[in-house]
């Protein structure tokens, strides 16, 4: 089964010394009480439940899977007792509205709070994770009534949530979703049509589920245009907070899957399901891409947390299995084979984990705190800033860190070898739970897309320079200092074929749009790793001025210059592809495949 201990050390590292976080938050009236200490507190605690309570059911639940049996889905033995144990120790409430019962804690305690849960167990994680996003929406853009009516049972964790996007004709292309919302003469709807890959859809461990579905109202128009979102319950709730009568909404079956098996992703059909509409009739997107941004982001936290688990896991192994010896020489001579650490290939396998792992805390938490900044800096332009930049950056995070994590979860059944292969070792769950990631919530590619064609060359890469503005600035901050130029000139060079390569791309585009979908997907990797030197930079930084107190910090230092050194690198190789451009897509005629 292996083991998980929280990172607690690099996640403090990343909050205080690296994002300042105590500062930064004090800068903004809803958390200006918040200090080093709670949040040390408070994460400390989050490891505990994460280590000790789910990461034990994380093998187990996998084996057991969930269970269907005439619309009613059963989860794994224990899922249901430790979800009472989260509710009850107030974890779902961590950053939700006081208003609604929560404890309005930022949200970059949260993020941290998610990063150990998916390290110990992501399948159970999604249950909780996918009630917050519906939270978030009806938050967002529910009327008052709706509000009062879930929201304080949604952050108390009493009910959970989902999100009702595809069906079976449509996955991405939401325009064509055809489930219908009738209006009644009370203000309700009757929805009917079926949703499919509902994770969470159906469960055991809460007394009611709120789905937010995608629905279209009579006459709508065609396409994204037209479409409407509706809070649909499972029972229908009383005037007093208690379940009432079922409303026509079951689970007609659930997958079988190559990973998550202990996260019910169900068949949910929708009967004249009485429902209730969030935000203004054919603008349903944009209330639901509040839900939606926040599962992209929460699906790159799911790659950090299984790059973290399946690296501790394979460091581990690395130091106790022997076998061979050292190309230079017997290492342990006392032994009979030397620990596979020493050999070169398994090192590197192990600091891409590593590597990988740190970068991606130190990006998604500076993501969560420009979060914070967006919904509590009382300086306008400081929020306007904040959201510009969380807009862009999210499909880096959904998409460069989940692509990574099933790179990294690879390695780490490589480093055990054929014990990897064996489903005891656990190893091999970790890929086939990582593998999803890279789909759900938009694939990769569409990320991609999303990435080069809508956040930056449709406003001539404004947000783009925002955060080019910030490596700029650090680059020429300390490109004096000598001790920084092996990381401060590898930044500044990306940072310079970004720009040139996104000028290339975009002068293409203007001839032919499919420049742009030939371009975006190496184009993600190349600016993913530009994201990743800026905060390896910083965090090399930070270590340079702290080297000599502690190991931490040479380690720190050690990883940063694998980095630079092995995996930077590979953007030459994407920055050709991107360059590339369509003919050799094109070519290929439609009858030759």
Not at 78 to 87: F, I, L, N, P, T
Not at 377 to 400: G, M, Q
Not at 510 to 516: I, L
């Amino acid at each position: 089964m292996g083991s998980y201990i929280p990172p607690l050390r690099d996640m403090q590292f990343v909050m205080h010394e690296l994002l300042n976080v105590e500062a930064e938050l004090q800068a903004m009236p809803a958390h200006a009480e918040i200090d080093a200490d709670t949040i040390n507190a408070v994460i400390e605690e989050a490891g505990k439940f994460a280590s000790e309570v789910i990461f034990p059911l994380n093998q187990s639940g996998d084996q057991e899977g969930c269970h269907w049996n005439d619309t009613v889905v059963t989860t794994p033995k224990g899922y249901k007792e430790a979800y009472q144990q989260y509710v009850e120790a107030g974890w779902p409430s961590l950053s939700c509205d006081p208003a609604y019962g929560g404890q309005g804690l930022p949200i970059s305690l949260n993020n941290a709070l998610y990063e150990m849960l998916n390290s110990a167990n992501i399948a159970w994680t999604m249950y909780p994770g996918l009630s917050h996003g519906a939270y978030e929406a009806l938050h967002a853009h529910g009327t008052d009534e709706l509000k009062n009516t879930y929201l304080a049972k949604l952050a108390s964790g009493e009910w959970t949530g989902t999100m009702c996007l595809t069906e079976p004709h449509c996955g991405t292309d939401l325009g064509i979703l055809r489930t219908k919302a009738d209006p009644q003469d009370d203000g309700s709807y009757k929805i009917t049509g079926t949703k499919i890959f509902i994770s969470s859809g159906e469960h055991d461990m809460a007394e009611n589920i709120i789905h937010l579905v995608l629905a279209r109202l009579p006459g709508a128009p065609t396409g994204t245009k037209g479409i409407s979102l509706f809070v649909v319950p499972k029972f229908l709730p009383n005037a007093d907070g208690s379940v009432g009568a079922r409303n026509p909404v079951s689970c007609g079956s659930i997958e079988h899957k190559m990973g998550i098996h202990s996260n019910s992703t169900c068949v949910i059909n929708l009967d004249g399901a009485l429902g209730w509409m969030v935000g203004e009739p054919n603008k349903g997107l944009q209330a639901m891409f509040v839900m939606m941004n926040a599962a992209r982001l929460g699906v790159g936290m799911q790659g950090l947390g299984l790059t973290e688990i399946s690296y501790q896991n394979a460091r581990n192994y690395a130091k106790e299995r022997i076998q061979m010896r050292a190309l230079s020489g017997a290492k342990h001579p006392e032994k009979e084979a030397d620990p596979i650490l020493v050999h070169p290939d398994v090192r590197r396998m192990l600091l891409t984990q590593r590597a990988y792992a740190e970068g991606a805390r130190a990006f998604t938490y500076w993501i969560a705190l420009q979060i914070d900044r967006e919904l509590s800096h009382p300086d306008e332009s400081v929020r306007k800033e904040a959201a510009d930049l969380v807009a862009l950056l999210t499909p880096i995070v959904k998409a460069f860190i989940t692509d990574n994590a099933f790179e990294c979860t690879n390695h780490g059944v490589q480093v055990y070898g054929g014990h990897g292969f064996i489903a005891e070792w656990g190893m091999e769950q970790y890929v086939r739970d990582a593998r999803i990631t890279q789909i759900y919530e938009g694939t990769n590619g569409v990320q991609a897309l999303d990435l080069l064609g809508r956040k930056i060359l449709s406003d001539m890469g404004a947000k783009m320079k925002k955060f080019g503005e910030q490596v700029r600035s650090f680059v020429e901050e300390h490109g004096v200092d000598a001790k920084m130029q092996e990381f401060i000139n590898p930044l500044g060079d990306i940072a310079v074929k970004v720009e040139k390569l996104t000028m290339e791309i975009g002068m293409k585009a203007m001839t032919n749009q499919d420049e742009v979908g030939a371009a975006s997907v190496p184009y993600q990797r190349v600016v993913g790793h530009m994201v990743f030197a800026y905060f390896w930079a910083r965090m090399a930084k930070v270590a340079l001025e702290k080297e000599s107190t502690d190991d931490f910090y040479k380690a720190k230092l050690a990883t940063a210059r694998f980095y630079f050194a092995k995996l930077l690198p590979e953007t030459a190789g994407y920055i050709r592809q991107a360059r590339a451009g369509n003919a050799t897509l094109a070519d290929m005629k439609d009858e030759w495949f």
